[in-house]
């Protein structure tokens, strides 16, 4: 059941990664994995998604990261 989704899967370490990667392959269409916030607004300025699936703690220098990419992409 591949959808046609694209995907931007975060997670604060790569080795996080590797018990869902397979599952989301099968589930949408393109995958792309960020470790850490940089990687991912990285990512997020270079295409564009339809789903975000974020995995990060919230300690004070996360905060305002969505709106680090809401600011990237306004609308």
Known sequence: MNTKKNVLYIKEE???FDPY???????FNKVDRAAGKEKAL???GKSKYDVIIADLS???ERAGFLKE???QRPG
């Open 14 to 16: 790569r080795s996080a």
């Open 21 to 27: 990667s397979p599952m989301f392959a099968m589930l």
């Open 58 to 60: 919230v300690e004070p």
């Open 69 to 71: 990419m809401e600011d």
């Open 42 to 44: 990285e990512l997020f």
